[in-house]
């Protein structure tokens, strides 16, 4: 099986999106099984991660520069090296084996996107600060940051295709479908929500299962009392060499998309480096 | 395997906890139908010696075991509706209650938790060591319910409740209690740690702290006792009707005014303590 996680990003000298993707691929390689732990980057200049240490790590890299910020996972399907991927977005940590998510999407889906998250307490995200748009315009509640979906497929590719025409004509795609509530801009999320409605697929693409599970840490959203600009500001990141993660008083073995990308330290990329070194 | 309850009464000068374990005991053993011991210590046992009581508690309680009365000492503002009056109490050593409980298998509860139902005895045969109360469920509603009541801090774990709590007597409880010790030894530590108010100790929040530690640090959801239906202590328990039922005012807004409700084949938590204590003659009527 082909299988593999991909990895999009359009790094420049404001960014960390180069080391941020790294961390995500040393993660991967430290946790997932042999087979299930192929990992592609995407990326606009090679020479970013030239002072990696252990680009080995990437199994793939592709210098492609057709498109900036997060507009590049748009074309995920073409980029993709592998005839089964996962996509995903670069500020994310894996903390155990998710192979066996895979081994379901393989078997059982053409494309699957996430549609739910938790808090770092393990609390079904309910708050909806960050997503008034899906709300008010009733779109399918659906996350991008891990999307699986089968190269070949002419399902995967009739839905990619809409979500890049929506990302190319954001005002004419909100004009019509985000009329109650048009957001600031039209993000890969948005754009995956308004083409799985279109297209009538959100049943198909998104039906409810137990994973993927993925912690998102924004701070609005994280069933406190009180408003929260960022987590940090009220709970710790507690990293160890083992490289478990605490968040506040919760272990995490959810995938955890962390948001600030300060949290992925020089520190960090050391531990992983070192357990990546001792597995392999 | 020997099942039982067990209870803890320390009085002091504004509460006869021993006169609110009886009742306790007696709805406990009419509705569950096992034995209920006492934990006390030897001044409780004298005053209950004092006021003739002790013959009563003897035939009640299977076993009355008399430990040392606790040195540390809580001092809370309880309410009795509008009243209010600052009051010790000593709630620091449920952890013993490992050593000194004689069954294998034990119900703890508060002496202000009236058993009006058989519920419970699901839970004598669950395949889980401790079970803890998951919640605590307002009479009126979620809506007399604060964030604090669900959690031991704004951004802290799940708060269980310890007035109902179900453990098999083995090393993995042994373990649980001999941490709550520790979590109560050092309090303030893990009030840092857990950011929770360590003004006052809480047996809800050590014990939901040790249960968050022995899991791993994580969410879990094995199985729990049922949610702790209560009245605050700003509502009264008001009287007893001829049907058995319980009749309470209820403040709906904590304020002073009231509605009248009923209630009867529930378990309930009376935190009106004063209020049980007017009514004891006819609780004792219940049983």
């Given amino acids: 099986m082909n299988f593999g996680y991909l990895i999009v990003v359009s790094d420049k000298e404001t960014s960390n999106y180069a080391r941020l993707a790294y961390a995500l691929a040393l993660s991967i390689k430290n946790t997932q099984r042999e087979g299930y732990d192929k990992v592609a980057l995407v990326i606009n200049d090679k020479s970013r991660i030239e002072s990696f240490t252990s680009t080995w790590v990437f199994d793939h890299v592709i210098e492609w520069d057709k498109e900036t910020h997060w507009d590049g996972r748009s074309y995920m399907d073409e980029l993709t090296p592998f005839d089964y991927t996962v996509c995903l977005d670069a500020d994310m940590l894996f903390l155990r084996d998710y192979s066996h998510w895979v081994d379901y999407f393989v078997?059982?889906?053409?494309?699957?996107?996430?549609?739910?998250?938790?808090?770092?307490?393990?609390e079904p995200v309910t708050n909806d600060y960050y997503r008034k748009c899906f709300t008010a315009n009733e779109l399918?509640?659906?996350?991008?940051?891990?999307?699986?979906?089968?190269?070949?497929?002419?399902?995967?590719?009739?839905?990619?295709?809409?979500?890049?025409?929506?990302?190319?004509?954001?005002?004419?795609?909100?004009?019509?479908?985000?009329e109650k509530y048009k957001p600031k801009v039209v993000?890969?999320?948005?754009?995956f929500a308004m083409a799985a409605k279109i297209l009538d697929i959100t049943d198909e693409i998104a039906y409810p299962l137990e994973f993927p599970r993925v912690v998102h840490l924004k701070g609005m959203i994280q069933n406190w009392p009180h408003p929260a600009e960022t987590v940090s500001d009220h709970v710790g990141f507690y990293f160890d060499t083992k490289g478990k993660l605490k968040i506040g008083n919760y272990q995490q073995h959810d995938i955890v998309h962390y948001v600030e990308k300060d949290k992925v330290t020089l520190e960090t990329i050391n531990i992983l480096e070192?357990?990546?070194?001792?597995?392999? | 395997m020997k099942k039982g309850i067990v209870m803890f009464a320390h009085n002091n000068r504004q509460i006869d906890y021993v006169k609110m374990a009886i009742i306790s005991a007696k709805l406990a053993k009419k509705n569950l139908g096992v034995p209920v011991s006492l934990i006390t210590d030897p001044s409780t046992v004298e005053w209950m010696r004092?006021?003739?009581?002790?013959?009563?508690?003897?035939?009640?309680?299977?076993?009355?075991?008399?430990?040392?009365?606790?040195?540390?000492?809580?001092?809370?503002?309880?309410?009795?509706?509008?009243?209010?009056?600052?009051?010790?109490?000593?709630?620091?050593?449920?952890?013993?209650?490992?050593?000194?409980?004689?069954?294998?298998?034990?119900?703890?509860?508060?002496?202000?938790?009236?058993?009006?139902?058989?519920?419970l005895n699901e839970y004598w045969n669950v395949d889980s060591d401790i079970l803890i109360a998951e919640s605590y469920n307002d009479i009126f509603g979620q809506e007399r319910t604060g964030y604090l009541d669900r959690h031991v801090s704004e951004t802290g774990i799940k708060m269980l409740w310890a007035t109902t709590v179900m453990f098999t007597k083995n090393e993995n409880t042994k373990v649980f209690f001999d941490l709550v010790e520790h979590i109560r030894q050092n309090y303030k530590q893990f009030a840092d740690l857990f950011r929770f108010n360590s003004a006052i100790y809480r047996n809800d929040i050590a014990f939901s702290v040790a249960r968050h530690i022995m899991y791993g640090y994580e969410t879990d959801n094995d199985y729990s006792l049922p949610p702790v239906l209560s009245i605050t202590d700003k509502d009264h328990l008001y009287d007893i009707d001829n049907d058995g039922n319980l009749v309470i005012m209820i403040s709906p807004k904590l304020d002073g005014v009231y509605c009248a409700a009923k209630i009867g084949g529930n378990d309930l938590h009376?935190?009106?303590?004063?209020?049980?204590?007017?009514?004891?003659?006819?609780?004792?009527?219940?049983?």
């Fill in chain 1, 107 to 122: 078997e059982n889906c053409q494309l699957y996107v996430s549609n739910k998250s938790f808090t770092y307490r393990g």
């Fill in chain 1, 140 to 178: 399918p509640n659906l996350y991008s940051f891990y999307t699986f979906f089968v190269k070949d497929s002419p399902f995967a590719k009739e839905f990619f295709k809409l979500q890049r025409a929506i990302m190319k004509n954001p005002i004419e795609f909100s004009n019509n479908f985000l």
């Fill in chain 1, 187 to 191: 993000g890969t999320d948005e754009a």
């Fill in chain 1, 274 to 280: 070192e357990i990546a070194w001792k597995k392999n």
């Fill in chain 2, 50 to 119: 004092e006021s003739n009581i002790f013959k009563v508690a003897s035939e009640v309680f299977e076993s009355i075991i008399i430990t040392e009365r606790p040195k540390d000492e809580n001092t809370r503002v309880i309410f009795d509706g509008t009243e209010k009056v600052a009051s010790p109490f000593k709630n620091a050593n449920r952890n013993s209650v490992w050593d000194l409980t004689p069954y294998d298998r034990t119900l703890l509860i508060d002496t202000d938790y009236f058993v009006l139902s058989n519920n």
């Fill in chain 2, 270 to 287: 009376v935190m009106n303590k004063q209020s049980i204590l007017r009514n004891s003659e006819k609780l004792m009527g219940l049983a």
